[in-house]
């Protein structure tokens, strides 16, 4: 059984940090990109940063480029999301999704259960 389990979400101040972790497993996920999506209260899901299986390609949504870091651990089934100078609008469900090919993911083959990040002001 595939699973994707999101940790590292919480409470945080405005222009704190925060360090999201998915672990994978139930198969190897070699030529998948593994990626971040976030759905804030009454709004759709959108797409915040994903990376290829080797991690050459990251890619990021305009709104957190410059704050925030995807990375991979292949040899731990891993991905983080290292998020800096965290705003209020940055809250959200925090998702983590695998999908086959390259990093550009508009969606997810397999996803996580999502993780609550909260920022206060």
């Known amino acids: 059984q595939v699973q994707l389990v999101e940790s590292g979400g919480g409470l945080v101040q405005a222009g704190g940090s925060l360090r999201l972790s998915c672990a994978t497993s139930g198969r190897t996920f070699t030529n998948y990109a593994l990626g971040w999506f976030r759905q804030a209260p009454g709004k759709e899901r959108e797409f915040v940063a994903s990376s290829t299986w080797a991690g050459s390609t990251t890619l990021y949504a305009d709104s957190v480029k410059g704050r925030f870091t995807i990375s991979r651990d292949n040899t731990k089934n891993t991905v983080y999301l290292q998020m800096n100078s965290l705003k209020v609008e940055d809250t959200a469900v925090y998702y983590c999704?695998?999908?086959?090919?390259?990093?550009?993911?508009?969606?997810?083959?397999?996803w996580g259960q999502g993780t609550q990040v909260t920022v206060s002001s």
């Open positions: 999704a695998a999908r086959w090919g390259g990093a550009r993911m508009t969606s997810g083959d397999y």
